[in-house]
Structure formats: structure tokens, C-alpha cells
């Protein structure tokens, strides 16, 4: 799977932005989708994960109840949805899938090891 992120651009704090990320090659729909980041100088950090049918979903604390992720299998494309965006937010963000034959844990969601297929990254910027 070949994954292709877009959508990232410069945004004032309190503002939104919407993430796309589309796979080409071949289906996702046996694949959990996430979300992470690296923000400068700091380690990758998960953001949020879609289950492979898109019905279940994990977010990190520090956007849950503002990001909102999900998934159209038949178009092969997974969507961050950004609300409120503050400084802490600017970051690289990559999506990454991750091929699953089962249910997994929260935990197996979040863990960046676990994915195999990785995007380039766009980059998020928001300004105070």
C-alpha cells in the first residue's frame, strides 16, 4: 500500500483543518488507518487510529474531542478532521496503515511499531 497525505498548510490558532490520506496500490479495508506526528525536536507521537471497518476508533488525550478521524474504504481515503487547533498542534503529521486479520487492542492501535505502510508527512503549522 502507498500512502499519500495532504492537506497541511499554515492556520491561526482556534482555526480548523482537514487531513486526507489516499492509498493506492491495493485495498484498505483490511487495514487499520492512523494518524501520528513529530513536531520539532520532539519523538513521533500517535494521534488517532481507525479500525479497518471504520466503526472503532482511537484518539490520543491530547486531541480527543477535537480531531476526528475516519475512513472511506470504497475511495481508499482517511480523513483527519482538526478543530481548534492550538501551537502544540504543528507538527509533521503522516498517516500510516496497519494490515490486521483480527480485532487488536487500544494499545496495538496506538503503537507506531505496528504499522507497516507509512505516508511522506504534510506538515501543520497554527500560529498564536
Known amino acids: 500500500v502507498q500512502l499519500q497525505a495532504s492537506g497541511g498548510g499554515s492556520v491561526q490558532a482556534g482555526d480548523p483543518l482537514k487531513l486526507s490520506c489516499t492509498a493506492s496500490?491495493?485495498?484498505?479495508?483490511?487495514?487499520?488507518m492512523g494518524w501520528f506526528r513529530q513536531a520539532p525536536e520532539k519523538e513521533r507521537e500517535f494521534v488517532a487510529a481507525a479500525s479497518a471497518s471504520g466503526e472503532n476508533s482511537v484518539y490520543a488525550d491530547s486531541v480527543n474531542g477535537r480531531f476526528k478521524i475516519f475512513r472511506d474504504n470504497r475511495r481508499k481515503i482517511v480523513y483527519l478532521e482538526m478543530k481548534n487547533l492550538n501551537p502544540e498542534d504543528t507538527a509533521v503529521y503522516y498517516c500510516?496503515?496497519?494490515?490486521?486479520?483480527?480485532?487488536?487492542?487500544?494499545?496495538?492501535?496506538?503503537?507506531?511499531?505496528?504499522?507497516?505502510?507509512w505516508g511522506q508527512g504534510t506538515l501543520v503549522t497554527v500560529s498564536s
Open positions: 500510516a496503515g496497519r494490515r490486521v486479520t483480527g480485532q487488536i487492542t487500544s494499545a496495538q492501535f496506538m503503537e507506531g511499531s505496528g504499522y507497516g505502510f
Open positions: 496500490g491495493r485495498p484498505i479495508w483490511d487495514h487499520v
